[in-house]
């Protein structure tokens, strides 16, 4: 199962973008194969431009990545999140970001960091004061907030979308019980031709045997029997349509309820 195969992702954008302007914390979502669903929301030039952007900082980046869950520091010092978005115990993607200062940073600290990273530390600094500082309990929750708002979102949309493919089904399943009824209703008339040609067989049968004397006593048994097999198929079709409009009232009943 895919988000994608009951939601429409292009949502993702809106809801994402509104959260990042009133907490200041950059987000992403992912599907469940790590494939973006949404753009790159409030990400920073010191994170993605510079950071991501040396070839060491990348490869730190990316061990983030693959081990952070939850809301933890990442290796520059800054603080991120991972939350799973979970439908019927299944992980289907992430809702990643944060990108932001748990506190006010210790410059000295950035530049041998940007040393080790081999970028130039100025530069690195000035991208570095534009990062947004928060406190760690405001990013916690801040995160908490979007993960249980983005799973309520997709599970709601989960749900409409079993309700509706099982409305989709009924429909079919009523139409085939209509198609069915009609059937047996076809059927059902056909042995009422059937139980009248028996009924004047009998009774022809009956006249002959009458006629016969003696010798037509054997063949009135035979009418007789004739007559009772015609008689049962009287009852059995009989219970047979009290069957068909039982059914079609119940299926009736359903149709008026979808």
């Known amino acids: 199962m895919r988000i994608q195969d009951f939601f429409d992702v292009s949502r993702f954008d809106g809801i994402l973008k509104d959260w990042s302007d009133a907490t200041g914390l950059a987000t992403i979502a992912v599907d469940k194969e790590g494939n973006y669903i949404s753009g790159e929301i409030g990400f920073t030039d010191f994170c993605m431009k510079y950071t991501r952007g040396s070839e060491e900082g990348c490869r730190r980046c990316v061990h983030c990545d693959n081990t952070g869950t939850g809301t933890y520091f990442c290796h ?7 939350v799973d978005i979970v439908v019927e115990d299944e992980v289907l993607g992430k809702i990643i970001g944060g990108q932001v200062l748990p506190s006010e940073p210790d410059e ?4 041998e960091l940007a040393v080790e990273l081999k970028i130039n530390p100025d530069d690195y600094i000035r991208a570095l004061s ?3 500082v928060k406190t760690e309990k405001s990013i916690r929750a801040a995160a908490q907030l979007l993960g249980n708002l983005i799973n309520m979102i997709v599970n709601l949309e989960y749900q409409k979308s079993k309700t509706n493919n099982l409305v989709e089904h009924m429909d079919s399943d009523i139409s085939s019980a209509v198609e069915l ?21 009998s009774l022809n049968a009956s006249i002959e045997a009458a006629r016969a004397g003696e010798y037509g006593r054997g063949f009135n048994v035979v009418a007789n029997e004739v007559g009772k097999l015609s008689s049962n198929s009287a009852e059995i079709n009989k219970s047979i349509k009290v069957s068909i409009r039982e059914l079609d009232d119940v299926i009736k009943h359903l149709d008026s309820c979808r």
Do not use: C, Y
């Open 108 to 111: 000295s600290k950035f530049r």
């Open 130 to 132: 534009k990062v947004p």
């Open 76 to 82: 520059a010092g800054l603080m991120d999140f991972s």
């Open 181 to 201: 009824i009609n059937e047996i209703d076809r059927k059902s008339a056909d042995l009422d031709k059937i139980e009248n040609k028996q009924r004047i067989l």
